[in-house]
């Protein structure tokens, strides 16, 4: 096993201190980041794909766990930090200098990987709503475990009828199946976040047939994008999506909230039907 200094110690001798525009928050405890990197599975020699890994807390980890990863990071500052843990564990860390949300992570991978990622809390969603939207399917990830503030977490795995059911829940089960796998306090960070956060882990499941993601995506964004409204409100502006709750026999007087995931995708396949 390699040894390797606390993570305290290789922030102190770098010089580093997390960014708040960057969205940074670091994790020091080395039992935790241990817990977080088991969730997936076994990743022994399997490719890993971690998002912002800063000074490598949860890199180590999974490098710990036999995997190869790749860690896609924005901030030239941690560069150094991981270049030692590329020498610490030769032909099992790539590290991509960009940004994230400009690479086609898919083409970067070229096989089947896991992510794994604390995600910086200013682009965690819009991150995993891409991951959820591919067209193709299965898609090239096999399993996404990520943290989140837990309000978001909540509203990924969030049922029917409740608070924080909302675009993010249809997206995330649809074709997923989605679990809340630990929650994180703030405490465990450097610097405590104002908010708590939790781990989500999401893996792929049969999508149902007849539907496009780009038509659900543009069905949740106009059904929840005003929530308080009957769906004859919401939904008016959506060409076919009335006539579509008309065929299935939705009441239209009923509010986004109170849909199930099925019957969004109903919803979605009737209207990618009426458009062939």
Sequence with gaps: MTVLPPLREVIAAHGLSASKALGQNFLFDEQLLDRIAAIPGDLEGKA??????GPGGLTRALLRAGARVTAIE??????????ELQEAFPGKLRVVEDDALAIDHAALMGEPFAVVANLPYNIGTLLFTRWLS????????????LMFQQEVARRIVASPGSAEYGRLSVLAQWRSRAKLAMKVHRSAFTPPPKVMSAIVHVTPDAAPEGVRAATLERLTEAAFGQRRKMLRQSLKGLEGALDALAVLGIDPTLRAETLSVEQFVGIARTLDQNTR
């Design 74 to 83: 924005r901030d030239a500052r941690c560069i150094p930090a991981l270049a």
């Design 134 to 145: 591919t067209g193709a399917w299965p898609p090239a990830w096999t399993s996404l475990t």
């Design 48 to 53: 890993v794909l971690e998002i912002g890994p």
